[in-house]
């Protein structure tokens, strides 16, 4: 079946854009995470859906960054006012309800790139 | 911010030798995972090891995991140049669903 799916893939954008990334979750997985790495590091933890409540969203930078989840489905990470620091992959992953066994899987990730 | 600490941040060896990787972390878990990353893009998840567990094998990969020391290792056997990429340690920490990624150590398998 299809895996996880983001888009765009790549996003060049002057600074003080807005910028919507998108990504589309196994179907059937009820939990969706936004993730971000910045070059040559590990990733941070932005945001967590479980259907389309944001029970945590603690790893969000700044007011800038929003995110909304229909259903089950599609979720949209929104950067308001770009800046430079927010240069870096984005990576979304989705999981199903598995308790400690829990397993996500990701997606290519969007390499967000602000002039 | 990151919990976990890697080691090495970056391995060179040659086809056919074992790579050992160790992850450090802070807080309780429910389970510690291994993803693997080529050229910064998709992770690809390789093995989970729950907290009740001390060593689990797939395959050529086999994981430890020392809850006491909060440390866990993963070993690589008989590695080919396929095996260059990004391996990053993650936790589920006790609490929360999203995973808190380490640093990585990055793998290069010269053929």
């Known amino acids: 079946g299809a895996g996880v799916s983001q888009s765009p893939s790549n996003k060049v954008t002057e600074k003080g854009k807005d910028v919507e990334l998108r990504c589309d979750p196994i179907?059937?997985?009820?939990?969706l995470y936004w993730y971000r790495q910045r070059l040559g590091q590990g990733l941070e933890f932005l945001i967590y859906?479980?259907?389309?409540?944001?029970?945590?969203k603690s790893g969000l930078p700044s007011d800038r960054f929003s995110a909304e989840r229909t259903g089950e489905s599609v979720s949209t990470l929104t950067i308001q006012r770009t800046q430079q620091e927010d240069s870096a992959v984005y990576l979304c992953?989705?999981?199903?309800?598995?308790?400690?066994?829990?397993?996500?899987?990701f997606g290519p990730g969007t390499r967000l790139l602000v002039l | 911010s990151q919990q976990g600490e890697e080691d090495p941040q970056a391995l060179s060896i040659q086809e056919g030798e074992n790579a050992t990787m160790n992850c450090s972390y802070k807080?309780?878990?429910?389970?510690l995972q291994w993803y693997r990353q080529n050229s910064g893009r998709g992770l690809v998840h390789l093995i989970l090891?729950?907290?009740?567990?001390r060593e689990k094998h797939s395959g050529r990969l086999r994981v430890t995991l020392d809850t006491s020391k909060k440390s866990s290792s993963l070993l690589i056997t008989a590695s080919r140049a396929a095996d260059t990429a990004s391996y990053f340690c993650?936790?589920?920490?006790?609490?929360?669903?999203?995973?808190?990624f380490g640093s990585g150590t990055r793998l290069q398998v010269q053929p």
């Open positions: 992953a989705s999981s199903s309800r598995q308790g400690a066994r829990e397993t996500q899987y």
């Open positions: 179907s059937g997985h009820t939990a």
């Open positions: 993650a936790t589920l920490d006790t609490g929360r669903r999203a995973l808190t």
């Open positions: 859906f479980q259907g389309n409540s944001a029970p945590d």
């Open positions: 807080t309780s878990i429910n389970n």
């Open positions: 090891i729950r907290s009740n567990e």
